[in-house]
């Protein structure tokens, strides 16, 4: 019997089989294999038909449907794109003001760090990462200034580290705007100032106004290199006080020297910003009324950091390992160093605040700054035009 021979007398017996009760399916079964010459048990697939559900993944069912995914999409998106062990501390401060029955945010609780990276697989923004350096070397009192390359015996709040950032969008010429970064290295508190350029005087300034922000005390100050920092301005401001402040700097050209603000730089700093040209004055005081208010307020009470606990080698590797994640606010009511005080001035606070509604109100105020950076960019090329 040929091919076409044998599909035709397929579909001729398909119908046949398939209103057939047990008994007669088996002779008709028996017929057909003689007739074909087909193994019963290819036979039998045949016969079957086509099939037509869709095969079955292995594994258990999934267990958390696409509501799930809608708001833990909208909580990552609002917490900057928090990693999966980060965002899992910091979905117990957010999803209490979703708007969701319990059980949902019940099931949004107990979600694992391994469940929410498969689920934002399909949603991860690709972003590169750009580099570029405005530290212009500050030869003036180097030697008077010892050099610190670790921070392994700092254990209580209080030890700060602090750099710039330029907002120059790729070019250095010109006068731009710049970001002071200043970050407590136990707690991973982080204030922020925007400056003019960055002239020594303007960086001492914002310095003092960080400085009376703190909830700790002051008790030592590592900068990199720049001029900015090693001047006699900022010598005479933590040496000649009643309680001297340990004033140290990094090695030149090594950034690992101060991990913990030049993370900061960049999750902090560059995800707000990116790396567009902040080119007008008018633009510092709009920027620090962002960084004054919602966005240390932001950062510091909803944000979890990973600590490093220790490092070993292993072999030809490192092996890490890190603390829970917490928010700088957890580990300041943990801290010795802020009195009871200031702690319940930080409770207090924590309770008025609502990540969503500052989430909001910091994209309207970085749209209000673009936009006047733009408005004042297309005058200024209009002048030049005329």
Known sequence: MSLQSRREYLEKVLGRYGRAG????????????????????????????????????????????????????????????????????????????????????????????????????????????????????????????????????????????????????????????????????????????????????AIHQRLQELEAQLPFPLMAFDCDNGSEFLNHALVDHFQKRRKPVAFTRCRPNHKNDQPHVEQKNWTVVRQLIGYDRLDCPEAVEVLNDLYCQEWAQYINFFCPTLKLRDKKRVGGRYVKRYETPQTPYHRLLRSRAVQRFQKDQLRELRRELNPFKLRHRIDRKLKHLFALVREKRRLADAGRAS
């Open 22 to 201: 047990r008994k007669h399916k088996t002779r008709i079964l028996d017929e057909f294999c003689a007739n074909c010459g087909y193994h019963r048990k290819h036979a039998v697939r045949l016969l079957r038909g086509p099939k037509t559900r869709a095969s079955k993944k292995p594994g258990p069912a999934p267990r958390y449907g696409g509501e799930l995914l809608v708001l833990l999409k909208e909580v990552w998106l609002a917490s900057d794109q928090l990693c999966s062990k980060r965002l899992r501390v910091a979905l117990s401060d957010w999803v209490p003001y979703l708007k969701v029955p319990l059980g949902v945010k019940d099931q949004l609780l107990r979600m694992s760090p391994a469940t929410i990276d498969r689920m934002l697989r399909p949603l991860r923004a690709q972003i590169g990462r750009k580099r570029r350096s405005g530290t212009k070397p500050g030869s003036l009192l180097k030697r008077h200034i010892p050099i610190r390359t670790s921070n392994e015996d700092i254990t209580g709040a209080g030890f700060i580290e602090a750099d710039t950032v330029a907002h120059c969008g790729g070019s250095m010429a010109g006068e731009f705007v710049w970001t002071l970064t200043f970050t407590d290295v136990a707690t991973g508190y982080t204030l922020c100032r925007a400056v003019w350029n960055k002239g020594h005087t």
